[in-house]
Protein backbone atom coordinates (compact mmCIF):
# COMPACT_ATOMS: atom_id res chain seq x y z
CA UNK A 1 0.00 0.00 0.00
CA UNK A 2 3.11 2.36 0.82
CA UNK A 3 3.98 2.20 -3.04
CA UNK A 4 0.03 3.00 -3.95
CA UNK A 5 0.25 6.11 -1.71
CA UNK A 6 3.35 7.18 -2.77
CA UNK A 7 1.95 7.12 -6.34
CA UNK A 8 -1.32 9.10 -5.65
CA UNK A 9 0.45 11.54 -3.71
CA UNK A 10 2.51 11.85 -6.61
CA UNK A 11 0.11 12.35 -9.45
CA UNK A 12 -1.65 14.86 -7.14
CA UNK A 13 0.86 16.99 -6.93
CA UNK A 14 1.23 16.73 -10.73
CA UNK A 15 -2.53 17.62 -11.22
CA UNK A 16 -2.51 20.30 -8.86
CA UNK A 17 0.90 21.58 -10.40
CA UNK A 18 -0.78 21.49 -14.09
CA UNK A 19 -3.55 24.25 -12.88
CA UNK A 20 -3.55 27.79 -13.99
CA UNK A 21 -3.16 30.42 -12.05
CA UNK A 22 -6.74 31.53 -13.08
CA UNK A 23 -8.13 28.53 -12.58
CA UNK A 24 -11.71 28.49 -11.02
CA UNK A 25 -12.66 27.02 -7.49
CA UNK A 26 -15.30 24.59 -9.34
CA UNK A 27 -12.02 23.32 -11.73
CA UNK A 28 -10.12 22.69 -8.33
CA UNK A 29 -12.63 20.68 -6.83
CA UNK A 30 -13.48 18.48 -10.05
CA UNK A 31 -10.22 17.84 -10.36
CA UNK A 32 -9.28 16.33 -6.99
CA UNK A 33 -12.56 14.52 -7.11
CA UNK A 34 -11.24 12.82 -10.17
CA UNK A 35 -8.39 12.01 -8.67
CA UNK A 36 -10.26 10.75 -5.45
CA UNK A 37 -12.20 8.78 -7.65
CA UNK A 38 -8.96 7.31 -9.67
CA UNK A 39 -7.63 6.72 -5.93
CA UNK A 40 -10.36 5.34 -4.11
CA UNK A 41 -8.80 2.87 -2.28
CA UNK A 42 -7.23 5.52 -0.46
CA UNK A 43 -11.14 6.19 1.00
CA UNK A 44 -10.89 2.56 2.72
CA UNK A 45 -7.52 3.14 4.20
CA UNK A 46 -6.94 3.75 8.54
CA UNK A 47 -5.49 7.52 8.33
CA UNK A 48 -7.82 8.22 6.11
CA UNK A 49 -11.46 6.58 6.50
CA UNK A 50 -11.81 8.75 9.59
CA UNK A 51 -12.16 12.08 7.43
CA UNK A 52 -15.00 10.77 5.33
CA UNK A 53 -13.33 12.23 2.09
CA UNK A 54 -16.38 9.86 0.09
CA UNK A 55 -19.28 12.43 0.89
CA UNK A 56 -17.58 15.06 -1.01
CA UNK A 57 -17.02 12.65 -3.90
CA UNK A 58 -20.76 11.79 -3.97
CA UNK A 59 -21.89 15.57 -3.71
CA UNK A 60 -23.30 17.12 -7.08
CA UNK A 61 -21.45 20.14 -7.48
CA UNK A 62 -23.97 22.22 -9.35
CA UNK A 63 -26.47 22.19 -5.34
CA UNK A 64 -23.07 24.09 -3.84
CA UNK A 65 -21.53 26.95 -3.48
CA UNK A 66 -17.97 26.54 -4.99
CA UNK A 67 -17.74 29.69 -6.95
CA UNK A 68 -17.88 31.37 -4.00
CA UNK A 69 -15.15 29.68 -2.77
CA UNK A 70 -11.75 31.84 -1.72
CA UNK A 71 -9.35 29.03 -3.06
CA UNK A 72 -8.33 31.56 -6.45
CA UNK A 73 -6.05 33.70 -7.11
CA UNK A 74 -3.54 34.57 -4.68
CA UNK A 75 -5.14 31.16 -2.38
CA UNK A 76 -4.58 29.23 -5.21
CA UNK A 77 -1.17 30.60 -5.87
CA UNK A 78 0.11 29.25 -2.23
CA UNK A 79 -2.02 26.18 -2.28
CA UNK A 80 -0.06 24.85 -5.15
CA UNK A 81 3.04 26.07 -3.56
CA UNK A 82 2.28 24.19 0.04
CA UNK A 83 1.21 20.90 -2.17
CA UNK A 84 4.27 20.80 -4.41
CA UNK A 85 6.32 21.28 -1.84
CA UNK A 86 5.11 18.51 1.06
CA UNK A 87 6.14 15.12 1.11
CA UNK A 88 3.67 13.91 3.21
CA UNK A 89 2.38 10.92 5.28
CA UNK A 90 -1.39 9.38 4.66
CA UNK A 91 -2.51 11.09 7.98
CA UNK A 92 -1.22 14.40 6.35
CA UNK A 93 -2.56 13.60 2.76
CA UNK A 94 -6.05 12.78 4.09
CA UNK A 95 -5.83 16.21 5.97
CA UNK A 96 -4.52 18.23 3.23
CA UNK A 97 -7.52 17.04 0.79
CA UNK A 98 -10.24 17.10 3.85
CA UNK A 99 -9.21 20.98 4.37
CA UNK A 100 -9.24 21.71 0.60
CA UNK A 101 -12.31 20.15 0.10
CA UNK A 102 -13.91 21.84 2.63
CA UNK A 103 -12.47 25.60 1.85
CA UNK A 104 -13.89 24.68 -1.32
CA UNK A 105 -17.47 23.83 -0.63
CA UNK A 106 -18.57 24.83 2.65
CA UNK A 107 -18.84 28.38 4.02
CA UNK A 108 -18.05 29.96 7.12
CA UNK A 109 -20.43 31.89 9.40
CA UNK A 110 -18.97 35.09 10.87
CA UNK A 111 -19.78 33.66 14.61
CA UNK A 112 -17.21 32.14 17.61
CA UNK A 113 -17.29 28.18 18.99
CA UNK A 114 -19.30 28.73 22.19
CA UNK A 115 -16.81 26.01 23.31
CA UNK A 116 -13.60 26.58 22.22
CA UNK A 117 -13.32 30.60 20.58
CA UNK A 118 -12.59 29.50 17.44
CA UNK A 119 -13.65 32.42 14.76
CA UNK A 120 -15.51 30.90 11.77
CA UNK A 121 -17.66 27.85 12.12
CA UNK A 122 -19.03 26.05 9.12
CA UNK A 123 -22.64 26.18 7.79
CA UNK A 124 -23.83 22.71 7.53
CA UNK A 125 -27.38 21.25 6.99
CA UNK A 126 -29.34 18.33 8.34
CA UNK A 127 -29.89 16.00 5.34
CA UNK A 128 -33.61 15.55 5.90
CA UNK A 129 -34.95 18.52 7.68
CA UNK A 130 -32.58 21.01 5.49
CA UNK A 131 -32.34 23.04 9.49
CA UNK A 132 -28.98 24.91 9.06
CA UNK A 133 -26.28 23.43 11.83
CA UNK A 134 -23.09 25.52 12.59
CA UNK A 135 -20.16 23.40 13.25
CA UNK A 136 -16.57 24.09 14.76
CA UNK A 137 -13.98 21.98 13.23
CA UNK A 138 -11.75 22.74 15.59
CA UNK A 139 -13.45 20.88 18.65
CA UNK A 140 -16.30 19.37 16.68
CA UNK A 141 -19.37 21.53 18.87
CA UNK A 142 -21.84 22.03 16.94
CA UNK A 143 -25.24 24.13 16.79
CA UNK A 144 -28.36 25.36 15.62
CA UNK A 145 -28.69 28.86 14.41
CA UNK A 146 -30.80 29.28 17.61
CA UNK A 147 -27.69 28.23 19.44
CA UNK A 148 -29.07 25.25 20.72
CA UNK A 149 -26.88 22.44 20.82
CA UNK A 150 -27.01 19.79 17.52
CA UNK A 151 -28.47 16.80 18.81
CA UNK A 152 -26.54 14.71 16.65
CA UNK A 153 -28.58 12.18 15.47
CA UNK A 154 -28.02 12.95 11.27
CA UNK A 155 -24.93 13.27 9.65
CA UNK A 156 -24.62 16.45 8.54
CA UNK A 157 -23.60 17.62 5.14
CA UNK A 158 -22.27 21.22 3.67
CA UNK A 159 -25.36 23.38 3.20
CA UNK A 160 -26.25 23.76 -0.19
CA UNK A 161 -26.33 27.37 -1.88
CA UNK A 162 -30.05 27.17 -2.06
CA UNK A 163 -30.19 26.92 2.03
CA UNK A 164 -27.71 29.29 2.52
CA UNK A 165 -29.46 31.73 0.21
CA UNK A 166 -32.59 31.17 2.34
CA UNK A 167 -30.74 31.38 5.86
CA UNK A 168 -28.74 34.32 4.15
CA UNK A 169 -25.20 33.20 4.33
CA UNK A 170 -24.50 33.69 0.81
ZN1 LIG B 1 -14.87 24.82 18.89
Request: glycine share 6%.
Amino acid sequence: MKIYVKKAWEEFQRVIASLSNEARPEDVFLLIRDWLIKYDKLLLLDGVKEYSLQKYVELNINYYPIRYSSLKGEELTVFKRNVALSHRDLPGIARIIRDTLEQLIIVEADEYCPQCGKYGLGVYQEPHSKQIVLECNQCGYAMYKDKHLYDGKERLLPATEESLQISGYI
